[in-house]
């Protein structure tokens, strides 16, 4: 009977010298070789170089991030369809004034952002009367406003209207009279200024105006 033959053995010398090195040596010796590569017409180390150039693409990228978050976004203008003056652009305005009177136009052009505040209002209510802070063109805007106002305040604009139009307007010859009394008098008493003529005459008009707006059924937004 044949003897089995017996398993060859390999030499231990030559096996450990054809074993290929594990993956992790590869990698070590690669990323040596790399990082003693260096750029022909600068002596950079490459490694830097493409380091420092991602490190600048990024930075561009950030900055036109930025740029683009930093623009502020467009408003879109709503045409005015109130058919009434609008006071938002209008420079000649205090700073209260273009308060109230943008607070007033707000309910008829945008209703739905509108939000009652009492102190806008009561401005309105108290300088109605002054062509000042409210220019004639604005006139129909706050009567219109003025209109929908309820309760004590609506009372009280009625009153206030009344009695500007019951204050005694003097005749031709109370006036004569007057002013002879003025002229014998030692010590002269000045004239109402243009101005004051005036601002009667327009308070008596817009209390008229005004209360025959209040007059007119309450207009609902």
């Known amino acids: 009977m044949a003897k089995k033959s017996s398993k060859h053995k390999p030499d231990p010398d030559i096996e450990a010298s054809d074993e290929t090195p ?15 590569q260096v750029d022909a017409s600068t002596g950079e180390p490459l490694k830097k170089k ?3 150039k991602r490190d600048a693409m990024e ?6 991030g930025d740029a683009t978050a ?3 976004p467009k ?20 700073n209260q004034a273009s308060k109230g009177l943008e607070y007033a136009f707000l309910q008829f052009h945008r209703p739905y952002k509108w939000k009652f505040n009492k102190a806008r209002q009561n401005w309105i209510i108290r300088n109605v009367w002054s062509a000042e802070n409210v ?8 009567t219109k406003y003025l209109t929908n106002v309820q309760g004590g305040s609506r009372t009280k604009l009625i009153e206030t209207c009344q009695s500007i139009l019951d204050r005694p307007q003097k005749s031709e010859a109370e006036k004569a009279e007057d002013t ?20 009667i005459g327009d308070q008596r008009a817009r209390a008229q105006t005004l209360l025959d707006a209040l007059a007119s059924p309450t207009v609902v937004q």
């Open 22 to 36: 594990p993956p992790n040596e590869v990698k070590k010796k690669r990323k040596a070789e790399s990082e003693q």
């Open 50 to 52: 493409k380091k420092r």
């Open 59 to 64: 930075e561009a990228e950030k900055d036109t």
């Open 70 to 72: 930093e623009a502020p």
């Open 75 to 94: 408003k879109k203008k709503h045409k005015n369809k109130t058919g009434l003056a609008d006071p938002r652009e209008d420079t000649a305005l205090s």
């Open 135 to 142: 220019p004639e063109m604005y006139l129909p805007l706050v």
């Open 180 to 199: 002879e009394k003025k002229s014998s008098l030692k010590v002269p008493v000045p004239e109402p200024s243009p101005v004051e003529v005036a601002t």
